[in-house]
């Protein structure tokens, strides 16, 4: 079946400009995770949806990073204000079950310049 | 504090020689485990798991990982290594209450040389 799909695949944006990513996870995954990676370094996370909970947002870095989720279905990473430290791929994962084996997109390739 | 380590940054290994890259984790119960791999420019593919049983546990590729609760460990060996193999790899851990996220290693970069 489909995997977890995520567009654009890449995004060069100004700074102070905003960006809205999305991520289409896997049909019948209630779990739902955003993270991003930095050249060199491991994934942070971000944020998690689960069905019609409230959202995890504990990984946010700031008011700048929001994001929504419509039902158990498509997800919107919002950037606002955009920086030069936001430059970064970011990756969706969506799972079955919470703290199950995550399935990942492929990630966008943000740059800001 | 509660940590991811992947000791080695990078490691390079001859196509055909054996391999382990090492993983340990400080969580106080025991937690879900995972390695994953990165190819360059791709997402991150799902090696192997780790829930509970037997604490060692077969992957795709060729690749085992086995669980040591007495050292913290959830160590990613294959024995013959092929140049395919040539990526990132991270290890993650979903500690399994209060918190809905994996965390992650900082990935070990694996160069495979004829």
């Known amino acids: 079946g489909a995997g977890v799909s995520q567009s654009p695949s890449n995004k060069v944006t100004e700074k102070g400009k905003d960006v809205e990513l999305r991520c289409d996870p896997i049909s019948g995954h209630t779990a739902l995770y955003w993270y991003r990676q930095r050249l060199g370094q491991g994934l942070e996370f971000l944020i998690y949806f689960q069905g019609n909970s409230a959202p995890d947002k504990s990984g946010l870095p700031s008011d700048r990073f929001s994001a929504e989720r419509t039902g158990e279905s498509v997800s919107t990473l919002t950037i606002q204000r955009t920086q030069q430290e936001d430059s970064a791929v970011y990756l969706c994962a969506s799972s079955l079950i919470p703290n199950y084996e995550q399935y990942f997109g492929p990630g966008t390739r943000l740059t800001v310049t | 504090a509660q940590s991811v380590t992947q000791p080695d940054i990078h490691i390079t290994v001859s196509e055909g020689a054996s391999l382990e890259l090492r993983c340990n984790y400080s969580?106080?119960?025991?937690?879900?485990l995972f390695w994953y791999v990165q190819s360059p420019g791709q997402g991150l593919q799902l090696l192997l798991k780790?829930?509970?049983?037997?604490?060692l546990v077969q992957g795709i590729k060729g690749f085992e990982a086995e669980f040591k609760r007495s050292q913290s460990s959830f160590n990613l060996r294959k024995p013959s290594v092929h140049w395919s193999d040539a990526a990132e790899y991270f290890c993650a851990v979903a500690p399994g209450t209060g918190a809905n996220n994996l965390f992650f290693g900082t990935g070990t970069r694996l160069t495979v040389i004829p």
């Open positions: 969580y106080g119960a025991t937690p879900y």
């Open positions: 780790y829930f509970s049983g037997d604490t």
